[in-house]
C-alpha cells in the first residue's frame, strides 16, 4: 500500500494540464488509444450527437463518468501507469452514456450513476487480476458488468424509472428492408462507429474517426472497416433492417476489429484475416445476445465485443511470431508495436 500511496503522490505532483490530459485519455482508451487529442474528439462527437438529438444529458453524463471514474483511481491507489495511460476513465464514461439513455433524468438516477461509474474502476482491477492467468483483459466487460446490474435494479426502484429500456418480451422472427444507396451505407457505417459510445450520428462517427487517426491512421482505417464488415454480414443474413441501419450491428464489431487487427496483433496480413474472422463472429454473437437479453428488456451494450475477444485472443495464437504471448494489458511494454503511439503518453 505505502509503495501505491508513493506512487499517487506523484500523479498528485503531475501539472494541471497533465491532469487533464489524463481524463481525456480516459476517453480514447474506449477504441484503445492513449491520446487526449482522441479523447477530446471522442467528447466533442458525444456532445455534437447528444444535443443533435435533443439529449443533451447522455453528454454530461459521458463526462461525468469519465470525471468520476478518473477521480476514482486516484482516491483508491490504483496503480499509476494506468492512470496515466487513461485507463481509469474508459469504463466510466460508458457508463455515463448508458445511464440518461436507458434510465429516466432524476436526481437519483445521477446518484447511481456516480456509484456506478466509480465502481467500474475496482471491478476492472479485480477481473483483471481473476484473468491475468488466462493472459486477457477485461476490456468494456466492467462497465457491462456493473451497468447491467443498476438498469436491471431499476425495474425493482421507482426513484430510477426504466424510461426507456426495452420491454422484457419474448424473441421472435422479423425483419425488415432497409434503403442500400451508396450515402445510406455510409451514413449506416458511420452510425456504427458512433453507437460505441450508444450515440446515433453520422457526424459523431466521423469525429470518432477523426479522433482515432490522430492517434493511429490504420486504427481509423480498422474501425470504418469493421463498421462496413458488420454492416455487410447484417445484410447478408438478414437482420432486423432497422437495428441493422442504426448501426446496433455494427459497434461491437469496430471493438473487436481494433481489438485483434490492431492492438493485441502486429499490423500484417495475418492478424487482419484473423480480425475478419472475429469482426464476422461478433456479429452473430450480437444476434445471439439480443435474443438471450430481449426477455430480460436490457441491452447487450459491448458484451459482443468482450466474449467474442476472449474467444479470439485466449488460444494465445502466436500470429506475429512472438514469444511469451501477452493480452492481459496494451500498455507499450506488454505491445511492442504500440510504443511508437503510446510511449509515455504526451498528448
Avoid at 174 to 197: A, K, M, P, R, W
Avoid at 202 to 226: D, E, H, M, R, Y
Avoid at 238 to 262: D, K, M, P, Q, W
Avoid at 310 to 338: G, V
Wanted: with cysteine; charged share 10%; glycine share 8%.
Amino acid at each position: 500500500m505505502m509503495s501505491n500511496l508513493k506512487i499517487n503522490d506523484e500523479l498528485q505532483r503531475l501539472e494541471p494540464l497533465e491532469h487533464l490530459r489524463i481524463i481525456l485519455r480516459g476517453a480514447g482508451q474506449v477504441m484503445f488509444q492513449p491520446s487526449a487529442w482522441t479523447g477530446l474528439f471522442f467528447i466533442v462527437g458525444i456532445f455534437w450527437g447528444s444535443y443533435t438529438s435533443h439529449t443533451p444529458e447522455v453528454a454530461w453524463g459521458a463526462l461525468l463518468g469519465l470525471v468520476v471514474s478518473t477521480l476514482t483511481g486516484y482516491m483508491i491507489d490504483m496503480p499509476s501507469e494506468d492512470g496515466r495511460q487513461g485507463l481509469w476513465g474508459f469504463n466510466g464514461i460508458l457508463v455515463g452514456c448508458a445511464f440518461p439513455t436507458f434510465l429516466g433524468n432524476t436526481v437519483w438516477v445521477w446518484i447511481a450513476l456516480v456509484l456506478c461509474s466509480a465502481m467500474t474502476v475496482w471491478v476492472r482491477t479485480g477481473m483483471n487480476n481473476v484473468m491475468a492467468p488466462w493472459r486477457v483483459n477485461s476490456f468494456t466487460f466492467p462497465f457491462v458488468f456493473c451497468t447491467w446490474i443498476f438498469i436491471l435494479a431499476a425495474r425493482a426502484m421507482n426513484s430510477m424509472p426504466p424510461e426507456h429500456l426495452p420491454d422484457p418480451t419474448l424473441p421472435e422472427v422479423f425483419s425488415s428492408t432497409i434503403d442500400l444507396h451508396i450515402t445510406n451505407l455510409i451514413t449506416y457505417c458511420l452510425e456504427g462507429v458512433s453507437q460505441v459510445f450508444l450515440i446515433e450520428s453520422w457526424v459523431t462517427g466521423l469525429l470518432f474517426l477523426i479522433g482515432l487517426a490522430i492517434s493511429s491512421p490504420i486504427a481509423a482505417l480498422t474501425a470504418f472497416g469493421g463498421s462496413a464488415l458488420a454492416l455487410l454480414v447484417a445484410l447478408v443474413f438478414g437482420t432486423a433492417g432497422t437495428e441493422t441501419a442504426h448501426g446496433l450491428y455494427s459497434f461491437s464489431a469496430v471493438l473487436t476489429a481494433l481489438a485483434v487487427g490492431v492492438v493485441f496483433y502486429k499490423p500484417n496480413l495475418h492478424s487482419a484475416l484473423w480480425a475478419i474472422i472475429a469482426t464476422i463472429v461478433t456479429v452473430f454473437m450480437q444476434a445471439a445476445m439480443n435474443v438471450l437479453l430481449l426477455p430480460l428488456g436490457i441491452a447487450t451494450l459491448t458484451a459482443p465485443f468482450c466474449v467474442t475477444t476472449w474467444l479470439f485472443l485466449l488460444p494465445l495464437l502466436a500470429i506475429n511470431n512472438e514469444e511469451n504471448l501477452d493480452h492481459s494489458n496494451w500498455n507499450p511494454d506488454n505491445k511492442r508495436h504500440l510504443a511508437k503511439h503510446s510511449q509515455t503518453p504526451k498528448n
